[in-house]
């Protein structure tokens, strides 16, 4: 039966089992992923995954079931697993389920070009990307990664109150990652690229960055410890960002466990710096016209030239401070409870290009990867001590490669230390339940352990 269909019969089964407020969230999710090696398919995994999130409001509190098929079997399961989950919960938070908005803005978030693309087309571009690499520098010893992902979702939401809303997305993404050996040194490049439009994909211009990248850094080694003026590329600066995204919801502030706790309508952060979360970014990897509560979705600047203008709430946290949601209400699966995650995050670009950062830096570290940020950053004080490499910039131009070096510092501290912005934004695509992107950044000074 249909999603519609479904809904209808849960529905009416709980009203029957003395169920109050009722909702179904469900998410559809197909899955592609192909790896070349070697110029053979190395791994092709296809996967299809559909289910059924209920809750329902019994005896005062809120009970949560699931199931993964639309049968009738399903509709009992879900009512009778709602209403005994409801019996034990221990929670005294109010659970609000949410009526619909006036109206939901049209978001531009599947592309039906991107699903046309056929299966061979896919695995002929990962044996194109792994033969590209090996023809653009003999050092090319390997390419231990070469593969591509397709994915599309589908969501659907609908409650006792009127709420029924839906969309569909899709999108894609590629990576490398090519290993060159020279008078016996080892070196390792690579690259990342998600998008929603197939024509973005060139297999050549990937290659070429990554065997670029591991190129340039044969011969790094350490420099002396100190503090250095640095550049954080792109891709650095929007895994750091990523890391400490969770101390902007306010889950997190409310709980303690972010220092932004009383901080609203502060300077936090260099006044160059305006961090945006926009979910109706076009063709943006995290792009819906609602949250997981069915709140319309909306752009909201998080940081404002500076100042820190609003948390990212979802309706439990959004009654708890007595303002409206921001339509940051996680359900990455059907699976999930409702949480807080931002969708498209980023920190708005400005007009440098990247090439234009190097020579402003003068003298100082680019930083093009950094490593533990798991286990090296504390999202709470905001402290991080990560391994890392890049180069070494002398009177605004490359001089070396640099290994073996760890920068520390503190997240806030960066925001408030952050000179320069650069043009190149660039996004991560979908990842824990966000789409995080930056553009590089120079930052005054870190603290840097080498030799």
């Not at 939401?157 to 290993?179: D, H, P, R, V, W």
Request: proline content about 3%; overall charge negative.
């Amino acid at each position: 039966m249909n999603f519609q269909e479904f809904k209808e019969r849960v529905f009416a089964a709980g009203r029957a089992a003395g169920l109050g407020d009722m909702e179904i969230y469900v998410t559809r999710s197909q899955r592609l992923r192909i790896r070349v090696f070697e110029a053979e398919v190395d791994d092709y995994a296809a996967s299809l995954e559909r289910g059924i999130g209920f809750r329902a409001r019994f005896g005062g509190k809120v009970g949560y079931a699931y199931v993964e098929a639309l049968d009738e079997e399903a509709v009992e399961y879900l009512v009778q697993g709602a209403k005994a989950n409801a019996q034990i919960i221990e929670s005294s938070d109010d659970v609000e389920f949410y009526a619909g908005s006036e109206s939901y803005p049209q978001v531009l978030s599947y592309n039906d070009s991107l699903a046309a693309v056929s299966a061979e087309e896919r695995v002929s571009f990962c044996l194109d990307l792994e033969k590209a690499a090996f023809a653009l520098d003999e050092r090319v010893a390997k390419v231990p990664y070469a593969l591509m992902g397709y994915g599309d979702t589908e969501v659907y939401i609908a409650n006792t109150l009127g709420l029924e809303q839906g969309f569909t997305s899709n999108g894609a993404f590629s990576y490398i990652s090519a290993l060159v050996r020279d008078n016996g040194q080892v070196k390792t490049g690579s690259k990342l690229h998600y998008g929603s439009d197939w024509s973005t994909f060139c297999a050549e211009s990937l290659a070429w960055e990554a065997v670029n990248e591991a190129v340039s850094l044969l011969g790094a080694s350490s420099v002396p410890s100190g503090d250095y003026r640095i550049l954080l590329r792109n891709d650095v600066a929007r895994e750091i960002l990523s890391t400490f995204a969770p101390v902007f919801s306010a889950e997190s502030v409310q709980k303690g466990l972010s220092l932004l706790q009383g901080k609203l309508g502060q300077s936090i952060a260099n006044s160059r710096v305006t961090l945006i979360d926009d979910p109706l970014l076009k063709n943006g990897a995290a792009s819906a016209p609602f949250d997981g509560e069915g709140v319309a979705a909306r752009t909201k600047k998080v940081i404002e030239s500076g100042r820190l203008v609003t948390y990212l709430h979802n309706l439990k946290t959004a009654k708890k401070d007595g303002v409206q949601s921001t339509g940051n209400a996680s359900r990455p699966s059907f699976k999930s409870p409702v949480g807080i995650s931002p969708t498209n995050f980023f920190i708005e670009p400005g007009q440098a290009a990247y090439g234009d950062l190097v020579k402003t830096l003068d003298d100082g570290l680019i930083i093009i990867s950094v490593q533990g940020t798991h286990s090296g950053a504390n999202p709470v004080s905001g402290d991080f001590s990560l391994g890392a490499y890049g180069y070494l910039v002398k009177n605004g131009s490359i001089a070396r490669p640099v290994e073996q070096i760890t920068i520390a510092g503190n997240f806030f501290k960066l925001l408030e230390t952050v000179e320069e912005i650069g043009s190149d934004l660039e996004f991560s695509g979908p990842d824990f339940g966000g789409n995080v992107g930056s553009p590089s950044l120079i930052i005054s000074n870190l603290a840097v352990a080498g030799m």
